[in-house]
């Protein structure tokens, strides 16, 4: 199973670097691109914060949070049935959050481009590393509530 989540978060990671290099060499900061008229645009800007620009200007606060639940996950995911959901969900949650505390390593920002606005609701801008974390606890969490965190052979 570590093997096929490493592979994993590494395509998911180069997806995250992709698609931030792109949108940083091709956008303006700030500027918005219309793609669905009153739905989706992209807009880049650079977040120095969390979710929702939470602890804005806390760099050292953010990448400590990262490095600490990456650490407790690679602990826990030895609990996990090996399944493939368990792989995609492992693989999602560490693409994504290496991709951004890589981003805030070296810049000290993320960039986050993909802009919604839903129903007259101006969703916060967000990367494809945020929608692999989300979806990947998304799914851990089924996992857990389907008990495939009470694995029976923990050496896989």
Same mark, same amino acid.
């Given at each position: 199973?570590?093997?096929?989540?490493?592979?994993?978060?590494?395509?998911? @990671?180069? @997806?995250?670097?992709? &698609?931030?290099?792109?949108?940083?060499?091709?956008?303006?900061? &700030?500027?918005?691109?219309?793609?669905?008229?009153?739905?989706?645009?992209?807009?880049?800007?650079?977040?120095?914060?969390?979710?929702?620009?939470?602890?804005?200007?806390?760099?050292?606060?953010?990448?400590?949070?990262?490095?600490?639940?990456?650490?407790?996950?690679?602990?826990?995911?030895?609990?996990? +049935?090996?399944?493939?959901?368990?792989?995609?969900?492992?693989?999602?949650?560490?693409?994504?959050?290496?991709?951004?505390?890589?981003?805030?390593?070296?810049?000290?920002?993320?960039?986050?481009? @993909?802009?919604?606005?839903?129903?007259?609701?101006?969703?916060?801008?967000?990367?494809?590393?945020?929608?692999?974390?989300?979806?990947?606890?998304?799914?851990?969490?089924?996992?857990?509530?389907? +008990?495939?965190?009470?694995?029976?052979?923990?050496?896989?």
């Amino acid at each position: 199973m570590k093997k096929k989540i490493l592979i994993g978060s590494i395509i998911c @990671l180069v @997806l995250d670097i992709l &698609s931030k290099s792109l949108i940083d060499n091709f956008f303006v900061s &700030s500027n918005s691109k219309v793609i669905i008229n009153n739905f989706f645009n992209i807009t880049k800007i650079y977040n120095d914060g969390a979710s929702w620009n939470i602890l804005s200007g806390s760099r050292y606060i953010l990448i400590l949070v990262a490095i600490v639940i990456l650490v407790i996950l690679f602990l826990y995911q030895n609990k996990f +049935k090996n399944n493939m959901r368990n792989i995609i969900s492992f693989s999602m949650i560490y693409g994504g959050i290496i991709g951004n505390l890589l981003n805030r390593i070296i810049y000290g920002y993320v960039i986050d481009f @993909l802009d919604f606005n839903i129903l007259g609701w101006d969703f916060p801008i967000f990367n494809i590393a945020d929608i692999f974390i989300v979806v990947g606890v998304i799914l851990l969490i089924y996992s857990i509530y389907k +008990k495939d965190d009470e694995n029976e052979v923990s050496s896989r």
